[in-house]
């Protein structure tokens, strides 16, 4: 069975930090573009970060660079998510992703239930 599964979600206080983790099972993530996004309460999923599998190139949404990032660990089949200065605004549901290609950006496909990122004092 092929999966993304996402980790490492929880409650933090703005300007703290989490690592969320999307590990893959059943297939080997090396040859893939690996994206997060994220949706919060009421909008829409928006792309958060991506890396490439062809030269390790990163993306970033204006509204998180210099705080998230990106990498991966081919080794252990997983990407993660580092994130600090944490904002309230930073709230939702993060999805990892592959759309089969290896470079970003990447389009979003559905892939599992995502981890919970919750941002409040």
């Known amino acids: 069975q092929l999966q993304l599964v996402e980790s490492g979600g929880g409650l933090v206080q703005p300007g703290g930090s989490l690592r969320l983790s999307c590990a893959a099972s059943g297939f080997t993530l090396d040859y893939y573009a690996i994206g997060w996004f994220r949706q919060a309460p009421g909008k829409e999923r928006e792309g958060v970060s991506c890396?490439?599998?062809?030269?390790?190139?990163?993306y970033y949404a204006d509204s998180v660079k210099g705080r998230f990032t990106i990498s991966r660990d081919n080794a252990k089949n997983t990407v993660y998510l580092q994130m600090n200065s944490l904002k309230p605004e930073d709230t939702g549901v993060y999805y990892c992703?592959?759309?089969?290609?290896?470079?970003?950006?990447?389009?979003?496909?559905?892939w599992g239930q995502g981890t919970q990122v919750t941002v409040s004092s």
């Open positions: 890396i490439s599998s062809s030269d390790g190139s990163t």
């Open positions: 992703s592959l759309d089969g290609g290896s470079s970003c950006p990447i389009s979003y496909n559905y």
